[in-house]
């Protein structure tokens, strides 16, 4: 059985040491050594180079090293009737429940308004409502949003989610396309993105939405950059609408220098850090995955295969 790892990725040989360790028996190559072709049954992928996924005729299954996948499917070529799973693993989803957590206490607390209080060496006592007045809501709650949706229900908010399909969450008020969006949007205070890239979801954060959350809301954007139209949300934070908004994930990555988020005193960048692919847990998912299929087992058994027609 051979594997190859697809991309010019700066830990690649810690990847590949990784699988041959988790894989023993398996042939793992890299990126450019293909060798032969024919042989490879696995491609394992973040950044894969353009048309060298259609250039493997015995594919079985393509695994993304993210859990997003657009950067696979950006591929024109991209072989859709080969399996993707994307990545689904215990460290990026605790690594997204951090982030989420702490930049959801952050707003709750109001930090970015004793922030700008400080920097005026101003003394004003405005005190934070307590979380159980506090209502976060959820764009996406898929594998890594209902973690986060139920972390932040057992820490007292009011949570409530939006989806594409109608979910039942213990303790989460679940809102389905675009029939709920304006009530969920209408409730939230704190609106987190954890939607993938889709054509359904370009600009879902848009001049329409954005003034559908209530006057004060924050926005703390994980997903994807494509979610947010730019110019309506530095509109409604200039307007004083949005009163501020973290954001992890850009349209361009690295976000360019000249870009007006790095300067905006309401947005807090961060450089798409929010979870990690960690090489120790990932590859371990990588493999279970590898030797489920290969002892006979289903693509129906593994988290996280890619629905082709939604597109995520
Ligand atoms: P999932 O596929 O498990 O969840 C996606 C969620 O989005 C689902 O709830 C899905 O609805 C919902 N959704 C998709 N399309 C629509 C739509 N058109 N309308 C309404 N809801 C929609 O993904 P994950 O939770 O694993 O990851 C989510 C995203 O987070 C990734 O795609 C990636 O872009 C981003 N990410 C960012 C990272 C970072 O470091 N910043 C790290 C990891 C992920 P339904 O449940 O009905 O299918
Ligand atoms: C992502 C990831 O999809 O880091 O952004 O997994």
Redesign the pocket.
């Known amino acids: 059985m051979t594997i190859l790892l697809m991309d010019a990725l700066p830990h690649r040989d810690a990847w590949a040491e990784a699988l041959r360790e988790k894989l023993p028996g398996h042939e793992v190559r890299v990126w450019p050594d293909v060798g032969n072709a024919d042989e490879i049954e696995h491609a394992v992928a973040c950044f894969p180079e353009l048309g060298e996924l259609a250039k493997l005729p015995n594919l079985k299954a393509m695994h993304s090293l993210?859990?997003?996948?657009?950067h696979v499917t950006r591929d024109p070529d991209m072989p859709w009737s080969v399996p993707l799973i994307?990545m689904?693993d215990h460290s990026?989803t605790q690594?997204?429940l951090d982030y989420v957590t702490g930049h959801v206490y952050r707003f709750h607390l109001t930090m970015p308004a004793f922030e700008a209080l400080q920097a005026q060496a101003e003394w004003h006592q405005q005190v934070p409502p307590l979380v159980e007045e506090r209502s976060v809501g959820i764009?996406?709650?898929?594998?890594?949003?209902?973690v986060i949706a139920k972390q932040l229900a057992g820490l007292g908010f009011q949570v409530r989610g939006?989806?594409?399909?109608q979910?039942t969450i213990d303790g989460v008020d679940c809102f389905?396309?675009d029939a709920g969006l304006t009530d969920f949007l209408a409730g939230t205070e704190i609106l987190v993105l954890?939607?993938?890239?889709?054509p359904?979801?370009a600009d879902?954060v848009n001049d329409e939405t954005l003034a559908k959350l209530p006057a004060g809301a924050t926005l703390i954007n994980?997903?994807?950059g494509t979610l947010i139209d730019e110019g309506a949300l530095i509109q409604s934070l200039d307007s004083g609408h949005l009163t501020a908004a973290t954001l992890?994930?850009f349209k361009t990555e690295p976000l360019p220098k000249d870009h007006p988020f790095w300067a905006h005193p309401k947005i807090s960048v961060t450089p798409?850090?929010?979870?990690?692919t960690r090489i120790s847990t990932a590859s371990e998912s990588i493999a279970r995955n590898i030797r489920h299929l290969e002892s006979g087992g289903s693509f129906d058994e593994i988290d996280?295969v890619v629905d082709a027609k939604?597109g995520?």
Not at 66 to 70: E, L, N, P, T, V
Not at 139 to 146: H, Q, T, W
Not at 194 to 198: A, G, I, K, Y
């Open positions: 993210w859990a997003g996948i657009d994307r689904v990026l690594g997204m764009m996406g709650i898929g594998v890594l949003g209902s939006w989806a594409r399909t979910k389905a396309g954890l939607l993938p890239n889709t359904e979801t879902i994980a997903g994807r992890d994930v798409h850090v929010a979870a990690e996280g939604a995520y």
